[in-house]
Each structure stands twice: as C-alpha cells, then as structure tokens.
C-alpha cells in the first residue's frame, strides 16, 4: 500500500477538511477534499499537496465546465418559474434568500432577490436576477421615490 493510501486509511489524529468554492453563493460549485496526517505539519503539508494537485491536473477546471454543462442543460423548473430564492452561506448555516418579485413591468422570469448595502454615495437597493451568472437579466435599481427600474 502506497504512503497515500495509508494515510487516508490508517487512523489519523488530525484531518481537515478543504472547500474550494468557484463564488460565493450556496449555488456555486464546491470541491471538498478531506485532508489527513499523523501531525499538524503532515496536515498542512498534504494540504498544499492536494491543492497543487488540484491545480495541476485540471480538476478545478474539469469541476467548473462540469458544474456549468449541468446548469445550461437540466435547469430545475423552480428557478425557470421563479419560485426558488438562491441560497448562502453565512454565519456557518445556510441561509436562504428573500425572492422578491419584481414591478409589474418586469420582464424578468427568474424570480428577483432583494439586496441592499452602503456604498460611498450612501444607502442603495437593487433586485437582483436570481438565474446562473452569464444568464441574469438586468438588476433593478431603487429609485428615490421608492419604486425599482
């Protein structure tokens, strides 16, 4: 049996587990390899190991064109209905989205997610398509009577 594979078979007394996301939102890909060693130090350094080999041998690319062939053909009819809010992960819990629907004139079929932060200029708020990146239609911006366009 190789040093590899005896590592990640025999008992270990540290692990970790790594999450390479390609974006933020819940709904990107993940890659979660499991990390083992005998030491801290072996921890880290098959870390690096892992990650270089990731790297190297094209399988974060691979994921990637994997993950977005899977959204351009088999779209969960939810989200083409607009019935389904994106997920997130925050405060180590995922945490769904309001949807929020968009002006009567919105042509949108995807269903809008409400955001809202502080920038330089102050305060703002936008409706945001919750399609796949690459296939958002327009965000819709607050205006200063209240109304989004």
Same mark, same amino acid.
């Given at each position: 049996?190789?040093?590899? %594979?005896? #590592? *990640?078979?025999?008992?270990?007394?540290?692990?970790?587990?790594? $999450?390479?996301? @390609?974006?933020?939102?819940?709904?990107?890909?993940?890659?979660?390899?499991?990390?083992?060693?005998?030491?801290?130090?072996?921890?880290?350094?098959?870390?690096?190991?892992?990650?270089?080999?990731?790297?190297?041998?094209?399988?974060?690319?691979?994921? %990637?064109? #994997? *993950?977005?062939?899977?959204?351009?053909?088999?779209?969960?009819? $939810?989200?083409? @209905?607009?019935?389904?809010?994106?997920?997130?992960?925050?405060?180590?819990?995922?945490?769904?989205?309001?949807?929020?629907?968009?002006?009567?004139?919105?042509?949108?079929?995807?269903?809008?997610?409400?955001?809202?932060?502080?920038?330089?200029?102050?305060?703002? #708020? *936008?409706?945001?398509?919750?399609?796949?990146?690459?296939?958002?239609?327009?965000?819709?911006?607050?205006?200063?009577?209240?109304?989004?366009?």
């Amino acid at each position: 049996m190789t040093p590899t %594979a005896m #590592a *990640a078979t025999s008992p270990n007394k540290f692990k970790i587990g790594l $999450t390479f996301k @390609a974006a933020a939102g819940y709904d990107a890909e993940w890659i979660t390899p499991t990390v083992y060693g005998e030491s801290a130090e072996e921890v880290a350094v098959n870390a690096v190991d892992v990650m270089k080999a990731l790297a190297d041998k094209g399988v974060i690319d691979l994921a %990637a064109l #994997a *993950a977005k062939k899977v959204r351009e053909t088999h779209q969960s009819t $939810t989200v083409l @209905a607009g019935n389904s809010a994106p997920m997130t992960f925050s405060g180590g819990k995922v945490q769904a989205q309001q949807s929020t629907p968009g002006p009567d004139t919105d042509s949108c079929t995807h269903g809008r997610t409400l955001r809202e932060g502080q920038g330089a200029k102050g305060p703002w #708020a *936008a409706l945001f398509c919750n399609a796949p990146k690459g296939s958002q239609c327009d965000p819709l911006w607050r205006q200063k009577d209240g109304s989004f366009s």
